[in-house]
């Protein structure tokens, strides 16, 4: 029998014996058999971090960045590849499209974030702080990668998404990954890394791939790696109370299982258009994936007297899925991943019916197009009701992973809210209401037992995402049975892979250290004024000092007539008792235009090429008629950017750091200026 491959030590190893046997979820058919049997997780373990951390360590943020690019454009061209071996875990072509495309979607999310970082291996963290009354002493926090490896335990349920979604962020952020997928689904897994690993693209070590038991994997992970885990929250209990993690403290992630819900809104009422919203979302949430989703919706909780209502209408809605062959073009719903599976879900069913009563499917039977019940691990959307809520504990505690979901009544949105926090803990939850106030009502009483709340209403329905998709800018995780933890978010996302640290020293120091100016640093002098310079020859500390200029009340007078800003501070003499001045003000933008002709070259045409932009302007001292200012302008920052084409013109993104002074060397104004400059070429 043909056994899936580990992608180890830089080679493909199957490993030894039998191994667990795979099977096509809608034929039945035998595909492979996966073992990991003999291989040496340590060795494993220090081939990531030698090799891979070693390489991906060296790389800026800007190349990781495109590395994950070139990697996505490079899976698009081989979907119908990966399309065609999904299919064999029960997944139609919309549940692939989620798994696979969604996967290849959060590499290029994650590869645009590579412009909220610097060109460095490193970032800082927050704002810098003074620690000293002279400023001769200060402190930044930074964040460097760690020198471990992401160790990631993904479900079955999302081989390739789960996969790609992880890699993506602990890539960027320079820790390479070995990744462990569930076995029963890890030949889609094993198909898309194959081509991953083909393509050349990522440095050697920077991904590894298990096909089969973990083994004792976990006995030899340390401090510098990191342990993601997704799947039950028993599971989750066991692995995370490893003898090896806690003695290292081995940062651990888990996401499991949750019994997520989703509210209707005691103002909706059928006639609304946010009724026919809900009703849609449910049955999406149920058949999508057959129901094997970690954030699908598990309990609906909906009005008292329109729970027949609501019940009459799902049933209608369920009844027009059509489930068999995921090839067959009339499919809507295909099978669970396997029989395994589905003998769990049913047994999971069993101990809900205890305190609930089934109103729609059956555990038994189910009506197929183009497939063959025996065969494959087909089941049919189940839907459950129990009118007892508050007083049941199992339909809170229990969940069976697949299309079955409990139909539940409230009085009020307070208990709608008690009942949702009663899952102790979920991933995500929806409300369906067109009234804000209960909105924020459910929001504020619910969110600190969710990782994630979705309003839905008419407003936002038609580009809403929908209740059980996770976004890559947006954290994924949940507190409680949820697992405590957090995926992706964006920037986020990635200092969980990095390790804070926080630099103490002399603001030149910290500015030869992390490579942005800090206030109070010494400026770097030149006769050559810095806007001479193309992008490559300006450095970062580099410094000039303006001439001086002394305002007037004609220059207020002439401001406030060229702009129409005739606001009272500047302009009235009689009205100012009681204010926070003495005389008429100079205008904050005066101030800043002056600076601009204090501290720009007007000689000729030179490397910038224009203003881009100012941040953290702070106007700090009134200015009077009679003020001498001059400019302090120092380099700060320097940002490359990308080529939009062959027409574009290299260049990139200089942050200038502004201080307006007076005469007695005290800030009226501080301001970070961008500049546009071309690099040589």
């Given at each position: 029998?043909?056994?899936?491959?580990?992608?180890?030590?830089?080679?493909?190893?199957?490993?030894?014996?039998?191994?667990?046997?795979?099977?096509?979820?809608?034929?039945?058919?035998?595909?492979?058999?996966?073992?990991?049997?003999?291989?040496?997780?340590?060795?494993?373990?220090?081939?990531?971090?030698?090799?891979?951390?070693?390489?991906?360590?060296?790389?800026?943020?800007?190349?990781?960045?495109?590395?994950?690019?070139?990697?996505?454009?490079?899976?698009?061209?081989?979907?119908?590849?990966?399309?065609?071996?999904?299919?064999?875990?029960?997944?139609?072509?919309?549940?692939?499209?989620?798994?696979?495309?969604?996967?290849?979607?959060?590499?290029?999310?994650?590869?645009?974030?590579?412009?909220?970082?610097?060109?460095?291996?490193?970032?800082?963290?927050?704002?810098?702080?003074?620690?000293?009354?002279?400023?001769?002493?200060?402190?930044?926090?930074?964040?460097?990668?760690?020198?471990?490896?992401?160790?990631?335990?993904?479900?079955?349920?999302?081989?390739?998404?789960?996969?790609?979604?992880?890699?993506?962020?602990?890539?960027?952020?320079?820790?390479?990954?070995?990744?462990?997928?569930?076995?029963?689904?890890?030949?889609?897994?094993?198909?898309?890394?194959?081509?991953?690993?083909?393509?050349?693209?990522?440095?050697?070590?920077?991904?590894?791939?298990?096909?089969?038991?973990?083994?004792?994997?976990?006995?030899?992970?340390?401090?510098?790696?990191?342990?993601?885990?997704?799947?039950?929250?028993?599971?989750?209990?066991?692995?995370?109370?490893?003898?090896?993690?806690?003695?290292?403290?081995?940062?651990?992630?888990?996401?499991?299982?949750?019994?997520?819900?989703?509210?209707?809104?005691?103002?909706?009422?059928?006639?609304?258009?946010?009724?026919?919203?809900?009703?849609?979302?449910?049955?999406?949430?149920?058949?999508?994936?057959?129901?094997?989703?970690?954030?699908?919706?598990?309990?609906?909780?909906?009005?008292?007297?329109?729970?027949?209502?609501?019940?009459?209408?799902?049933?209608?809605?369920?009844?027009?899925?059509?489930?068999?062959?995921?090839?067959?073009?009339?499919?809507?719903?295909?099978?669970?991943?396997?029989q395994s599976q589905r003998t769990e879900v049913k047994e999971q069913v069993?101990?809900?019916?205890?305190?609930?009563?089934?109103?729609?499917?059956?555990?038994?039977?189910?009506?197929?197009?183009?497939?063959?019940?025996?065969?494959?691990?087909?089941?049919?959307?189940?839907?459950?009701?129990?009118?007892?809520?508050?007083?049941?504990?199992?339909?809170?505690?229990?969940?069976?992973?697949?299309?079955?979901?409990?139909?539940?009544?409230?009085?009020?949105?307070?208990?709608?809210?008690?009942?949702?926090?009663?899952?102790?803990?979920?991933?995500?939850?929806?409300?369906?209401?067109?009234?804000?106030?209960?909105?924020?009502?459910?929001?504020?009483?619910?969110?600190?037992?969710?990782?994630?709340?979705?309003?839905?209403?008419?407003?936002?329905?038609?580009?809403?995402?929908?209740?059980?998709?996770?976004?890559?800018?947006?954290?994924?995780?949940?507190?409680?049975?949820?697992?405590?933890?957090?995926?992706?978010?964006?920037?986020?996302?990635?200092?969980?892979?990095?390790?804070?640290?926080?630099?103490?020293?002399?603001?030149?120091?910290?500015?030869?250290?992390?490579?942005?100016?800090?206030?109070?640093?010494?400026?770097?002098?030149?006769?050559?004024?810095?806007?001479?310079?193309?992008?490559?020859?300006?450095?970062?500390?580099?410094?000039?000092?303006?001439?001086?200029?002394?305002?007037?009340?004609?220059?207020?007078?002439?401001?406030?007539?060229?702009?129409?800003?005739?606001?009272?501070?500047?302009?009235?003499?009689?009205?100012?008792?009681?204010?926070?001045?003495?005389?008429?003000?100079?205008?904050?933008?005066?101030?800043?235009?002056?600076?601009?002709?204090?501290?720009?070259?007007?000689?000729?045409?030179c490397p910038v090429l224009l203003n881009y932009g100012i941040d953290e302007?702070?106007?700090?001292?009134?200015?009077?008629?009679?003020?001498?200012?001059?400019?302090?302008?120092?380099?700060?920052?320097?940002?490359?950017?990308?080529?939009?084409?062959?027409?574009?013109?290299?260049?990139?993104?200089?942050?200038?750091?502004?201080?307006?002074?007076d005469s007695n060397n005290e800030h009226l104004g501080i301001a970070t200026?961008?500049?546009?400059?071309?690099?040589?070429?």
């Amino acid at each position: 029998m043909q056994k899936l491959g580990n992608y180890i030590l830089g080679n493909w190893i199957e490993g030894d014996g039998d191994g667990q046997t795979l099977f096509n979820a809608v034929t039945g058919e035998v595909i492979a058999a996966t073992t990991t049997k003999g291989l040496d997780f340590k060795a494993i373990l220090e081939y990531g971090r030698n090799t891979g951390s070693s390489a991906l360590r060296k790389m800026t943020f800007q190349q990781r960045g495109l590395m994950l690019r070139t990697l996505a454009l490079h899976l698009q061209k081989h979907l119908d590849t990966f399309y065609a071996v999904s299919y064999k875990t029960g997944a139609t072509k919309a549940d692939s499209w989620v798994d696979i495309e969604g996967g290849i979607g959060n590499l290029f999310a994650n590869a645009s974030l590579r412009r909220k970082f610097p060109d460095e291996s490193f970032c800082l963290d927050g704002e810098s702080h003074i620690l000293s009354k002279g400023g001769s002493f200060m402190g930044q926090h930074i964040l460097v990668p760690k020198e471990g490896v992401a160790v990631h335990i993904n479900a079955f349920n999302f081989p390739v998404w789960g996969m790609l979604e992880k890699v993506a962020v602990n890539l960027l952020a320079g820790v390479p990954a070995l990744v462990k997928p569930a076995s029963i689904t890890s030949f889609l897994t094993e198909a898309v890394v194959k081509e991953i690993i083909a393509s050349g693209i990522l440095p050697e070590g920077a991904l590894q791939l298990i096909c089969g038991s973990a083994g004792d994997l976990l006995d030899h992970v340390t401090s510098q790696d990191t342990v993601t885990f997704t799947c039950s929250a028993s599971t989750g209990l066991m692995l995370k109370s490893n003898a090896n993690i806690l003695r290292e403290n081995v940062p651990f992630n888990m996401e499991a299982d949750s019994l997520n819900c989703i509210v209707l809104g005691n103002d909706v009422t059928p006639t609304m258009p946010e009724w026919d919203i809900f009703i849609k979302e449910v049955r999406k949430e149920i058949t999508t994936k057959a129901g094997q989703k970690c954030t699908a919706i598990r309990r609906i909780f909906v009005p008292a007297e329109k729970l027949e209502d609501v019940q009459i209408a799902l049933g209608k809605a369920l009844a027009q899925t059509t489930i068999g062959n995921p090839l067959n073009d009339k499919v809507r719903m295909g099978s669970l991943a396997g029989q395994s599976q589905r003998t769990e879900v049913k047994e999971q069913v069993q101990k809900l019916l205890a305190s609930s009563q089934m109103i729609y499917g059956s555990l038994d039977s189910v009506e197929l197009i183009d497939a063959d019940a025996n065969k494959g691990a087909f089941m049919g959307p189940v839907l459950l009701l129990n009118e007892n809520p508050l007083n049941t504990t199992a339909v809170h505690e229990v969940e069976a992973f697949g299309p079955i979901a409990t139909l539940m009544p409230y009085k009020n949105m307070d208990e709608a809210i008690h009942l949702a926090r009663m899952g102790k803990g979920s991933l995500c939850s929806s409300i369906v209401t067109s009234n804000d106030k209960i909105a924020k009502q459910y929001v504020l009483g619910a969110a600190n037992y969710h990782g994630r709340i979705l309003v839905l209403n008419n407003d936002c329905a038609k580009e809403s995402t929908g209740h059980g998709s996770p976004l890559p800018l947006l954290v994924h995780g949940g507190p409680g049975r949820a697992g405590g933890g957090e995926e992706m978010g964006g920037v986020r996302g990635i200092k969980h892979y990095m390790q804070r640290v926080a630099v103490q020293g002399s603001p030149t120091t910290i500015t030869a250290i992390t490579n942005v100016y800090q206030p109070g640093a010494k400026g770097i002098q030149d006769t050559v004024h810095p806007f001479r310079k193309y992008f490559e020859d300006i450095q970062i500390g580099e410094q000039i000092i303006s001439g001086k200029r002394t305002i007037t009340d004609a220059d207020i007078t002439t401001f406030a007539n060229i702009t129409w800003d005739h606001f009272y501070p500047h302009v009235d003499h009689t009205s100012l008792e009681g204010t926070l001045f003495k005389h008429p003000v100079a205008h904050g933008y005066l101030i800043l235009s002056y600076a601009a002709g204090l501290f720009v070259e007007n000689s000729a045409k030179c490397p910038v090429l224009l203003n881009y932009g100012i941040d953290e302007l702070r106007f700090t001292k009134p200015v009077y008629a009679g003020t001498t200012m001059y400019v302090r302008f120092t380099c700060k920052e320097k940002i490359p950017q990308e080529l939009k084409d062959e027409s574009d013109i290299p260049k990139g993104i200089v942050k200038w750091y502004v201080e307006i002074l007076d005469s007695n060397n005290e800030h009226l104004g501080i301001a970070t200026i961008l500049t546009m400059v071309a690099k040589k070429g």
